[in-house]
């Protein structure tokens, strides 16, 4: 089983409706071989700002694979950051835009520029009010989450950036390092570890040589 991270806005009923039966209907195609971590699960559950933005961050580094909802005409600026930390640790990812809306920006982009060309990233683009209205409800969210499922089975295929354990290791520990705010103690040593060598098992990351127990174990005690 994968986890997916969904990345993108909660902040009203419709977010929070639409990202459910998004994620109902993916887990469903999918033979559920893909589980869904929302964010809206759990955040409102923590006491600071600081707390929702570390136990985000951990959950992405926990994640598989990561859906980021690319709606707007200007991108939600908490997506962005996010995108960039899953980035950093070579996750792959799919860039959903259900928003018939073009962002306006140069070379015919439905977004800033500056989020394109990231590898490991794939697109998937519908327009969500025509499909409702050939559609209806639940069809649009059956063809939006096939789509989906067929680029992350894609992006499986993908050879990772990162290719040895001690550079998967490092990359983990300078984004908690950059972060602060105590994220370090959240997201130990140990349970870096334990991220990296579920996804090592699931071939998210497609190392050179296989690990050994032991040599996870000494990255671990850091």
């Known amino acids: 089983m994968y986890n997916i991270y969904f990345a993108g806005d909660l902040f009203d009923q419709k977010h929070i409706t ?3 039966l998004l994620a109902k209907q993916i887990e469903k195609i999918s033979n559920y071989q893909y589980k869904c971590l929302l964010p809206q699960d759990w955040e409102g559950n923590e006491k600071t700002a600081v707390d929702i933005r570390n136990r985000d961050i951990q959950s992405i580094m926990k994640a598989d694979l990561i859906l980021f909802n690319f709606d707007g005409v200007d991108l939600d600026s908490g997506t962005i950051v996010e995108f960039m930390i899953a980035k950093m640790l070579d996750i792959p990812a799919v860039l959903l835009r259900t928003d018939f809306r073009n962002g306006g920006y140069l070379f015919g982009d439905d977004w800033n520029l500056m989020v394109n060309g990231f590898p490991r990233c794939s ?8 499909m409702y209205n050939s559609l209806g409800l639940e ?8 789509s989906v499922v067929d680029e992350f089975k ?13 550079e998967i290791f490092s990359a983990y520990q300078h984004v908690i390092k950059m972060c602060g705010s105590n994220l370090e103690k959240l997201v130990h040593p140990k349970l870096v570890s334990e991220f990296i060598n579920s996804k090592i098992k699931k071939n998210i990351y497609k190392i050179n040589n296989l690990v050994t127990d032991s040599k996870i174990c000494a990255q671990s005690e850091r």
């Open 18 to 20: 639409g990202n459910f």
């Open 139 to 146: 069809e649009t969210h059956k063809t939006i989450a096939q």
């Open 123 to 130: 697109i998937v683009k519908h327009s969500a009010i025509m």
């Open 154 to 166: 894609k992006l499986e295929q993908e050879k990772s950036l990162l290719n040895s354990y001690d």
